[in-house]
Each structure stands twice: as structure tokens, then as C-alpha cells.
């Protein structure tokens, strides 16, 4: 009890998709077809890039971590969503709720900063090709990884512990298909500006810093291609760092739609489709988006057919 009689909240109802219950059926093939296409073009690109030597570079290596990353955020969000689509709703104990937040937060925080690795590798292979085998030597990239993933971890652990110390007396209904920060904030009968404030001073280096590092290496890089003197050779060398750029775009993109636009200016189902962007179909487009284009790509995956029908003869 809190306060003599009120209940606190021990566990809480996500509405899901209930406000397109006629949708019902599409929406659950639509969220299992994305959830098994990511799952399984996610885990062939990580196949490919530890098993074939061509693929063994900074730039496959650091995609593979965000394809890990990809498959880890879906298979946090997805089946919960699909158990909501079903059952026009699904139950989760707050501490539960609290523990998608930190996973899914912690995922989100660990692909702004693969991201921009990403682009400081495209940056040192276009404007210092000498140096960039001695700059993005393996060891130098598992560090960093691993940097990334353990601060991204921290950082939300934080926000997720600041959380926890609030008082949740009712109600317990989120109107959402997985718990977000802010949902989680309206529920709490606490104080929340502390909260709210930390959040924010932890966005800058978590999505600011990465984002200003990813705008100056790319300007950085625009530049090395101008000063370029025939058209073939600019458009080999960007198209070197054309889809990372693609995806940075939808990733910020939907990122800031969601998180800096007014709550007010963006009605529930809005949202819930923008976060379903990100949450989901983002994942399942960077592989493709990766691989569609890229030649060392498609030859790897032709190799890795043809040995699995060798054996299979």
C-alpha cells in the first residue's frame, strides 16, 4: 500500500494494436513475416561475415555487430507485440516492463554508436587510405565494439535504476505495443522532472554526440569527393558509404520524429506506427539495404549456396 490505501501497480496492461482490432489478423502475419525476415537475413549476414575471408574487413565486421544488434531489438519487441495482437492486450509485471525497457534502450543506444563507428570507418577509408589499415586495425575495432555495448548498457542502466525509484500507485494501462520511457513516465504518481531531466542530459552523449561525429565525418567525405577529378571515381568512392548513409537516415530519422517531436503533435496510432519503423522494420531493411548493392555481398552469399548444395549432394 501507499499512503494507507493506495495499491501500488505490480504489473501492467499494454493495450497493443486494440484501436485496430478489424486489422487484427493482418497486423499478427505482418509482425511474424517481419520478425522471421529479420531474424533470418540478420543471422546470414553474421554467418557470412565470420565464415567468408573476403568479408573479413572493419566494415562487415562492424556490420555484423549491427545485425546482432537488429536481431536482439526485434526479438525483445516482436513476440510480446504478437502475444498483444492476439489477445487485444497482454500483461507484464512492471518489473518486466522495466527489463524490455532496458534491453530495447540499451539496443537503441549500442546502434547510434555501431553507427558511427561506421562512419568514422567509412571517413578514415576515403580521406586516409594509407593509414586506415593501421587505424582500424582488428584490435582497435573489437575495442571499440565492445566499448559501445558495454557504455550503451551502462547509460540506460541508469535511466532504468532512476525509474525503478518511482512510486507506480495506478493506473496501470500503457497504451503501446512494448514499453517505451515515456509511457512508463505516465503511469508513475511520483515526481518525474528528475527523471526526465536525466534522460535528457544522457541523450547528448548517447544520440547528439554520435550524430554530430556522423554529420562531420560525412562532410568531411563529401569533400574528399569533390576534390576527386573525374565523376566514375566520386561515385565508386561514395557509393563506398551510400548505404551506412541510407541507413543513418531512416535510424535518425525516425528517432526524431518520435522522441523530439511534440507528444501533442502526433496522435497514438502516428506513433505507434513510427515506432514500429524503427523498432521493427528498421532492423529487417539494414541487412537488405547493405547487401542488395554491395557485390562482396552477393559473392559471398553465391559461395556460401553453393557449398550447402555440394553437401547436400
Known amino acids: 500500500m501507499n499512503g494507507g490505501n ?94 524490455q525497457f532496458y534491453v530495447f534502450g540499451g539496443l537503441e543506444s549500442s546502434e547510434c554508436f555501431i553507427l558511427t563507428i561506421m562512419a568514422y570507418d567509412r571517413y578514415m577509408a576515403i580521406c586516409y587510405p594509407l593509414r586506415y589499415s593501421l587505424m582500424m586495425s582488428f584490435p582497435t575495432c573489437l575495442k571499440s565494439v565492445l566499448c559501445s555495448w558495454l557504455l550503451s548498457f551502462i547509460f540506460i542502466l541508469v535511466t532504468t535504476l532512476m525509474l525503478s525509484t518511482l512510486e507506480f500507485c495506478g493506473p496501470n494501462v500503457i497504451d503501446h505495443f512494448f514499453c517505451d520511457f515515456a509511457p512508463i513516465i505516465e503511469l508513475s504518481c511520483s515526481e518525474t522532472s528528475a527523471v526526465q531531466m536525466e534522460v535528457v542530459l544522457l541523450s547528448i552523449p548517447v544520440m547528439v554526440f554520435p550524430l554530430i561525429i556522423i554529420i562531420v565525418s560525412y562532410g568531411c567525405i563529401v569533400m574528399a569527393i569533390l576534390r576527386l577529378s573525374s565523376n566514375i571515381d566520386r561515385w565508386k568512392t561514395f557509393s563506398t558509404c551510400s548505404s551506412h548513409l541510407t541507413v543513418v537516415c531512416i535510424f535518425y530519422g ?57 553437401r547436400a549432394l
Open 6 to 99: 493506495v495499491t501500488k501497480v505490480t504489473e501492467v496492461l499494454l493495450l497493443g494494436f486494440r484501436n485496430f482490432h478489424k486489422l487484427k489478423g493482418f497486423i499478427f502475419v505482418c509482425l511474424l513475416l517481419i520478425y522471421c525476415v529479420t531474424v533470418c537475413i540478420n543471422l546470414l549476414i553474421i554467418i557470412l561475415v565470420s565464415s567468408s575471408k573476403s568479408l573479413h574487413s572493419p566494415m562487415y565486421f562492424f556490420l555484423s555487430q549491427l545485425s546482432l544488434s537488429d536481431i536482439l531489438l526485434t526479438t525483445d519487441i516482436i513476440p510480446n507485440a504478437l502475444v498483444s495482437v492476439i489477445n487485444n492486450g497482454s500483461t507484464m509485471s512492471l518489473m518486466g516492463c522495466f527489463s
Open 254 to 310: 525516425t528517432l526524431i520524429t518520435i522522441y523530439i517531436l511534440p507528444p501533442k503533435g502526433l496522435s497514438l496510432s502516428i506513433s505507434k506506427v513510427v515506432s514500429i519503423l524503427y523498432t521493427m522494420v528498421t532492423p529487417m531493411l539494414n541487412p537488405l539495404i547493405y547487401s542488395l548493392k554491395n557485390k562482396d555481398i552477393k559473392d559471398a552469399v553465391k559461395h556460401f549456396a553453393h557449398i550447402w548444395a555440394h
